[in-house]
């Protein structure tokens, strides 16, 4: 029988629609994760919110009141290992997961919820960074949406490519040694909004958004996440080549990349959407890697296409 209980939901860092709630969901495989709802009466549809690697349901409250605005309801997830969904590992500050199709077990049991309950159809999907990826496989294995959008997908890690052999070397061995634990080289435990200064940073050029970003951190460090796992990285480039031989899937489909991208790999993103027959990719010019979460004007252009996108696949 499947079953959801309530979960801690933290309205004065998430900053979104009064309706947010969330739920505590066991997976078939026995980890607890966090589904969250913004329900809206008299919806469009859904979107279904995918979060990237640290990130964590409050992050989004501010995208849900802009989806509320243009008409729609939303839901995201902590996957495993991050957020307040069950850390997988006794270093609870480094990403991990056992193997990557097992974020899949948390995509059937957000839908399992949604569908609990009643959450207004059509859905769409929106995936950010890692949850890019995590979308992409979901898509390409029937996931119920009527329409993909992306911001910054993980379809690729950026890198040099003298460190690519390096970094499938080192993260392989380290399987093997049992160090697979142990953060990637150049990787800190702190998570990235308060161990690096706004100036510089590589997610956004808006001082306000990184500010919510560090507050959230500061008043719910369990939330907290720092670098990858070594295993994580392993599993991630595993799972990387293995979709980059697939064809696009046969679904719409919405880009966006920011222009001053430095943390997915960009050619990949750019590979991947030459080929997707029904797929456009918008160039977010001086966007960095949160797209969602840039300048005013940078955000409205990236909600308003997503809507519209949504609207025409209603």
């Known amino acids: 029988m499947f079953e959801t209980h309530p979960a801690p939901f933290h309205t004065e860092v998430a900053d979104g629609p009064a309706t947010g709630a969330a739920l505590w969901v066991k997976t078939t495989d026995g980890v607890r994760i966090r589904v969250a709802h913004w329900n809206k009466p008299d919806a469009k549809g859904t979107v279904l919110m995918f979060p990237g690697r640290t990130e964590y349901i409050e992050k989004y409250g501010r995208t849900a009141t802009a989806f509320a605005e243009r008409g729609y309801a939303m839901a995201a997830i902590d996957w495993r290992g991050q957020g307040l969904a069950d850390r997988l590992i006794d270093d609870r500050d480094a990403g991990y997961v056992e193997d990557f199709p097992d974020y899949q077990l ?51 890690i950026q890198m040099s490519s003298a460190m690519r052999p390096a970094a499938w070397a080192l993260s392989w061995t380290s399987r093997r040694i049992g160090a697979g634990e142990r953060l990637a080289p150049g990787t800190k435990s702190e998570t990235y909004v308060l161990a690096e200064p706004f100036e510089g940073n590589t997610l956004t050029h808006d001082p306000d958004m990184y ?47 920011g222009t001053d991208e430095q943390i997915v790999d960009t050619d990949a993103i750019k590979t991947r959407m030459a080929d997707w027959p029904d797929g456009e990719l918008v160039m977010i010019d001086g966007g960095e890697h949160e797209v ?13 296409a997503c809507a519209a996108f949504f609207d025409a696949h209603l």
């Open 211 to 257: 500010a919510y970003m560090q507050e959230q951190m500061r008043q719910v460090p369990d939330m907290a996440l720092g670098g990858p796992s070594l295993h994580w990285l392993n599993e991630a480039l595993c799972e990387l080549r293995s979709l980059a031989a697939r064809p696009a899937p046969d679904m719409p489909c919405l880009t966006f990349l």
């Open 106 to 156: 948390d995509v059937a049991a957000m839908l399992a919820t949604l569908e609990a309950l009643d959450m207004p159809k059509p859905w769409f999907l929106l995936g950010h960074s890692m949850g890019g990826c995590i979308g992409l496989r979901a898509v390409m294995s029937g996931l119920p949406v009527n329409a993909a959008a992306f911001s910054a997908p993980m379809w690729g």
């Open 292 to 304: 969602l979460m840039e300048l005013p004007a940078m955000r409205d252009q990236v909600h308003d």
